[in-house]
């Protein structure tokens, strides 16, 4: 059974919106793990009506993903963890495939699901590395095939190999923490594969539930993210030049925005300018975000 083998673990914060849709397909897992980022609904209480056998772990505060998924992992006593969003449903096949899969590539260090947006349409799950031009859509894979990017909302992890390579960047609080985890992976010379006939159904950012703050807080860990990661593999002068680009470009598209009344896009852009003008007294920090923030 697939649950020898593999060990589901996900983060939650404030999911109990979507955890009916999501979790039912895990029911059949002996061992689950759920890390909850202190959700202040009932998140918890939701995953032990729909899952009893589950092991709750108390983050203690909000940790963002990739801190609380090395929480989880570090309890994972089965060959493989199965790292999924919340807002993730399995295939009902899609376990059993992805056992298939980890003993058909003993060597892959992560293993990926095909991940659709919707029934039919393929989700941007996988793609060369966050500074390569990637095409757009993603094409359906026919086959099994390499990747150097999967997406963290659903992979496989080969714990043999990943406990070699290390786990998550624990700088990182939001975004771009599986681009750092792929490219460690990849340089470390382990192959990242997708599984074709394991599916999974991925409603993009329904984790939590949508509102101004989420907003405006999602795109100031994106654009923090995106200038961390560029320093860390490509250097603190193409660093300085994204945070000047993305800074000024923002700050001139957001009056019109103000103007026009557009919230969202005011958010937005708002939020890059904010994390633009921070980054540089948060690169010296262990932590993206500290507790005082």
Request: with cysteine; proline share 6%.
């Amino acid at each position: 059974m697939p649950d020898k083998l593999i060990t589901p673990v996900l983060v939650t914060y404030n999911t109990s919106h979507i955890l009916p849709w999501s979790l039912p397909p895990l029911a059949a897992c002996a061992d689950v793990i759920v890390v909850d980022n202190q959700s202040s609904d009932d998140t918890v209480q939701t995953v032990h009506r729909l899952l009893p056998q589950a092991r709750v772990i108390a983050a203690g505060s909000n940790l963002g993903f990739g801190r609380a998924n090395n929480l989880g992992l570090a309890q994972v006593t089965t060959d493989y963890a199965l790292l999924l969003n919340p807002d993730a449903r399995l295939d009902p096949d899609a376990l059993e495939q992805l056992r298939l899969a980890a003993l058909a590539y003993p060597e892959a260090a992560i293993i990926a699901p095909v991940i659709y947006d919707a029934p039919g349409q393929v989700g941007d799950f996988f793609r060369g590395p966050f500074y390569a031009h990637a095409a757009r859509p993603a094409p359906e894979p026919a086959g099994d095939l390499c990747a150097d990017f999967v997406t963290g909302a659903a992979m496989l992890l080969n714990l043999r190999l990943m406990r070699e390579v290390g786990f998550f960047d624990p700088w990182f609080f939001l975004y771009f923490e599986d681009d750092d985890l792929c490219l460690r992976v990849r340089r470390a010379g382990h192959p990242i594969m997708v599984a074709h006939r394991a599916k999974v159904e991925h409603h993009t950012r329904q984790s939590s539930a949508p509102s101004a703050r989420t907003s405006y807080r999602r795109m100031y860990c994106m654009t923090l993210s995106k200038l961390y990661i560029t320093r860390k593999y490509l250097g603190t002068a193409r660093c300085a030049a994204a945070a000047l680009r993305i800074g000024l470009g923002s700050a001139i598209a957001l009056l019109p925005q103000l103007l026009l009344l557009r919230t969202d896009r005011t958010l937005k852009l708002a939020a890059r300018c904010a994390a633009s003008a921070a980054i540089w007294r948060r690169l010296g920090r262990r932590h993206c975000f500290e507790a005082v923030d």
